[in-house]
């Protein structure tokens, strides 16, 4: 029963956000930017009443949420943490920062830890190479970033 609700009331918030825009194929991008806004990613209820509302079969809303990396299908942890592995912070070490970030959290990338505190995943440039390697938590960038530095904001966060 519980899951109903909670169900019924994404819907009802859905449809609010349709409501906002004309029923044109046109405003997929800005009512998806709307869903994932509200949400942290875009539920599968949504993209059935996105798909009915814009006369848009499941597939192609489905190509166009993979398409763009702001979007994505599962919910993110209270803290979203990225690693970027462009270039410059890649052969400055980031890959030492995923690694410690999927050993201490006991995720991959692309996961969320159990009780939906953590989740992580790569990114690449963050027009930040001048501070490379670097990280973000939900969009804050950390430079010049160790592992002991990510260990230090791992502690803290751990600790709320």
Not at 104 to 129: H, M, Q, V, Y
Not at 133 to 147: D, K, M
């Amino acid at each position: 029963m519980e899951k109903n609700c909670i169900e019924q009331k994404l819907s009802k918030e859905v449809e609010e956000i349709l409501n906002q825009y004309t029923a044109a194929k046109d405003n997929l991008v800005p009512i998806l930017n709307d869903v994932q806004v509200k949400y942290g990613y875009i539920p599968q209820i949504a993209q059935r009443q996105i798909s009915e509302y814009l006369n848009i079969p499941m597939a192609e809303i489905y190509g166009v949420i993979t398409f763009y990396s702001r979007f994505t299908l599962t919910p993110k942890g209270k803290y979203a943490i990225s690693v970027c592995l462009g270039t410059a912070c890649f052969v400055k070490g980031s890959e030492k920062l995923m690694n410690r970030l999927k050993e201490k959290l006991n995720i991959k990338e692309g996961e969320t830890t159990p009780d939906g505190k953590f989740s992580i995943d790569n990114t690449r440039c963050l027009g930040a190479c001048g501070i490379a390697p670097v990280f973000t938590v939900n969009g804050e960038v950390y430079g010049n970033a160790t592992v002991k530095k990510l260990d230090e904001v791992l502690d803290k966060l751990l600790a709320e």
